[in-house]
């Protein structure tokens, strides 16, 4: 597996890359041997990792190892199917037996909300390789169909295999806030903050929330993830919508002070313009926690009947629903309970049990 998107601290991508690999190797350890290829210093417990010399942390470094590089280093191990969990696989130098996982088509669907240069290497670099892979997994119907629609990639190549969701690690404090702070209910959104989050339009509908309903001291909105790109308007949105000292930005925190940031929120709110899959939804919801989502790409797929959905661009109803998960207990009660029982569906070692199914697939073609 090529796990050179894998660090401690990684979110999407190096999270799925950890989760896989744990589950995997803990369930298929004594017939399969599993080994990720990864960064110098980089470990994922438990997992047998081959680790490179060199440094390739910055993307367009590790984009030329993996296009130009990757296969000579595959070429000095025996293997049977090698999978890239992101979206590109070797299309210069190209592998025996490549598998691939697409987590989303927001680069297709959604441009203009990543750097032009990112936009464009992505798009070339996924219509490229989804005609190379052997077998292409996406986390979602909704995904398999933009694939479908979009690159043409026929229906039997690919295999829908939801992601799951981590044990929870609980008893632990939130970092950056005072004592004072903790003691005030907050909304909690979660993600990379970059423009298909629509932090900003959260921050507007916080705001009018707030207002309106003569709220302000009394609760706060904390955004948890680190800086990712055209960011700027978001950090200017507090106080362009007059709640700067209630909008606390966390940047990272670690899973464990997530999981408790999860547990203690009023709810989370997820208003993204498109997701692949969603997991910060499904993560809420194991904790017990309400949802308020978007109900586009494939969240409405993910949260079922387990969540509030809303338009992401409708501010009144993301507001409204806000104004709902205060006031109203019951509501707050019922969506916890719903979204337990929607989270148990989705496990990391049924994920394994199917990721592997495509191995055997492919390894006898």
Known sequence: ????????????????????????DGKYRDIDELRVIGLSGQSIPGVNM??????????????????????????????????????????????????????????????????????LVKQGLMARSV????????????????????????????SVIPHGVDPLEIDVKVPHMTEKERERPYFLAVGTIEPRKNFEGLIHAFSQFIHENHLNGQTDLLI???????????????????????VFLLDY???????????????????????????????????GTPVISSNKGALKEVCGDAALLADPSDIDRLSQYMKQIWEDRDLRISLGQRGRERAARYTWAVAAEMTREVYLQVADQ
């Not at 010399?53 to 280093?73: G, T, V």
């Not at 986390?139 to 690919?158: C, F, G, M, N």
């Open 224 to 246: 948890a993830g680190k800086k990712g790109w055209l960011y700027e308007s978001v950090l200017e949105a507090p106080g362009k919508w007059n709640v700067g000292e209630r």
């Open 1 to 24: 597996m090529d796990g050179l998107l894998y660090h401690p601290k990684s979110a999407g991508i190096g999270r799925y890359i950890e989760s896989l690999a744990r589950a995997y």
């Open 50 to 119: 081959i680790h490179l010399s060199r440094s390739l942390e910055k993307s367009r470094n590790r984009i030329f190892y993996e296009q130009w590089q990757f296969r000579s280093r595959l070429d000095r191990m025996p293997y049977d199917v090698v999978h890239f969990p992101d979206y590109q696989v070797p299309v210069v130098r190209r592998v025996h037996h490549a598998v691939m996982t697409v987590h989303d088509m927001v680069a297709f669907k959604y441009p203009s909300l990543f750097p032009k240069v990112q936009t």
């Open 131 to 158: 005609k190379v892979a052997r077998r292409v997994i996406v986390p979602s119907r909704a995904t398999a169909d933009d694939l479908q629609e979009i690159l043409k990639v026929p229906a039997d190549r690919i």
């Open 253 to 287: 925190v670690s899973k464990a002070d997530l999981h408790e940031l999860y547990r203690n929120a009023l709810a989370l709110v997820y208003p993204s313009f498109y997701e692949g899959f969603g997991l910060p939804v499904l993560e809420a919801m194991a904790c």
